[in-house]
Nanobody
C-alpha cells in the first residue's frame, strides 16, 4: 500500500520561498516517477515537476522553470520541491504524485498561499 504525505506548505509573501516534502511509504520497487501537481481554486489540476527513478531526469512546467527545483533523498523515500521567487499565481493545493507499476498514487495535498 502506497501512502504519500506532504508537508511544508504555508503562507508566504511574493518573492519568498517554501520547501515542500513528500514522504512515501511502501517499497520503492516498481516506482517509475515521483512528482508534484497543483490545483488552484476553480482550475484543473496541473503538472508542476517530476523526477524519474531510472535516470534522475527532471521535468518542469514552463511556469515554474528556473524557480522550482525537485529533488529526492537517496532511498527514494522523500521527494522535495524547493520553491523560490514565489508569485501569487503559485497559490494552490500542491499534491505529491507517485507512479508505481503504471498506477498513479496521490497525497492529500498541502496548501501554498502566496500573498502579494
Amino acid at each position: 500500500q502506497v501512502q504519500l504525505v506532504e508537508s511544508g506548505g504555508g503562507l508566504v509573501q511574493a518573492g519568498g520561498s517554501l520547501r515542500l516534502s513528500c514522504a512515501a511509504s511502501g517499497r520503492t520497487f516498481g516506482v517509475v516517477r515521483m512528482g508534484w501537481y497543483r490545483q488552484a481554486p476553480g482550475k484543473e489540476r496541473e503538472f508542476v515537476a517530476a523526477i524519474t527513478r531510472s535516470d534522475d531526469r527532471t521535468f518542469y512546467a514552463d511556469s515554474v522553470k528556473g524557480r522550482f527545483t525537485i529533488s529526492r533523498d537517496n532511498a527514494w523515500n522523500t521527494v522535495y520541491l524547493q520553491m523560490n521567487s514565489l508569485k501569487p499565481e503559485d497559490t494552490a493545493i500542491y499534491y505529491c504524485n507517485q507512479v508505481k507499476f503504471g498506477t498513479d498514487y496521490w497525497g492529500q495535498g498541502t496548501q501554498v498561499t502566496v500573498s502579494s
